[in-house]
């Protein structure tokens, strides 16, 4: 397929800088005394080690250890890392402050939805930094994965936080709602180039990246992401669902987990699509898109366990052709 209206979006997402608004993402800040030892009694990752400046990926656990949320996590700048921020998806603010409200107690923890007041970018691809070094008047960029800092555009103060939403190298790059339209700008003054959602998502599939709603849902457990190195502490001790997450950690498997999916064929399958073993289902596509790095379609999916492995050749019910496992990322 070469008549994608969007590759050269994607190109810039991968090859050289492209920028993405996300404005309309989730985040939520807590601040107070007891901000990390409330959330790490909440989440799956070990948020009581976090360093200044530093960040981690999290899972929001239901007592029955289910998945409420799949987040990032990240600590203050300032030496006491005096708040921590939740940053997810759109839409999930008032779900999250529910959840936080039904077990904050007694502990001093502020819980403050950001959602409306703070608004930002994603600048990836294998320019980003260069790009976004050309447009910072004060400040360094982070250079550790989920790493922060805050800087400064022309006199406009962003928080920066290194990502891999859509590959490798990425950076949100957030400020007051109030600014955003003109960090945008002055971003592609700089050289970013602006790009669609078709473009991110193919960006996003090839990187492997799952996006709550999408590939991760509330019916989903923790290790069925196959995110556990990045999301899961075995070792922090109890929160919510730990018990769950603990039992499959010493079961040493789960029935099904998150693969990357080749289609050896033109048609892109649509969300839900079977993957087959013959004629038994053992997989369902979450997220799809036509890879410009494969030129051909690309899912993100669930295939059960013995049927998982990467190079595994398995079928769809949308045509005769071969579908193959893949590693994330492709």
Not at 19 to 24: G, M, P, R, S, Y
Not at 79 to 97: D, M, N, W
Not at 157 to 180: C, E, K
Request: proline share 4%; charged share 20%; net charge negative.
């Amino acid at each position: 397929m070469t008549d994608l209206p969007w590759l050269a979006e994607y190109e810039a997402l991968t090859q050289g800088a492209g920028l993405v608004d996300l404005a309309e993402r989730t985040k939520i800040e807590l601040q107070g005394a007891d901000r990390a030892a409330f959330l790490h009694n909440l989440c799956t990752n070990d948020i009581r080690k976090l360093e200044p400046s530093a960040g981690c990926e999290a899972f929001m656990t239901t007592i029955q250890g289910k998945i409420l949320a799949f987040v990032f996590v990240f600590s203050g700048s300032d030496p006491e890392g005096a708040s921590l921020v939740i940053e997810t998806v759109a839409a999930q603010g008032e779900k999250l402050r529910r959840h936080f409200d039904k077990y904050l107690v007694r502990e001093k923890v502020e819980i403050i939805d950001r959602s409306n007041d703070w608004a930002g970018w994603l600048l990836a691809g294998s320019r980003a930094e260069q790009v976004l070094q050309s447009a910072l008047s004060h400040g360094e960029i982070p250079t550790k994965l989920l790493s922060s800092s805050i800087a400064t555009i022309s006199h406009t103060t962003v928080w920066i936080r290194r990502v891999d939403l859509a590959g490798p190298v990425g950076f949100l790059v957030d400020s007051q709602r109030g600014d955003y339209m003109q960090v945008g700008s002055l971003l592609q003054k700089a050289g970013a180039h602006r790009c669609g959602h078709e473009a991110f998502e193919a960006a996003r599939i090839e990187a492997g990246f799952p996006r709550f709603g999408h590939d991760i849902t509330e019916n989903n457990l923790p290790q069925e992401v196959a995110r556990d190195h990045r999301a899961i502490s075995f070792t922090k001790g109890c929160y919510l669902g730990q018990e769950t997450v603990a039992r499959i950690n010493a079961l040493g498997h789960v029935n099904k987990t998150l693969v990357g999916l080749r289609f050896l064929q033109s048609t892109i399958p649509k969300v839900g699509a079977a993957v087959l073993a013959g004629d038994e289902s053992v997989g369902t596509v979450s997220s799809s898109t036509w890879s410009p790095k494969f030129n051909s379609p690309l899912a993100l999916g669930y295939v059960r366990r013995g049927f998982n492995a990467p190079g595994a050749r398995l079928a769809s019910n949308i045509g005769p052709a071969e579908v193959e496992v893949t590693e994330l990322p492709v």
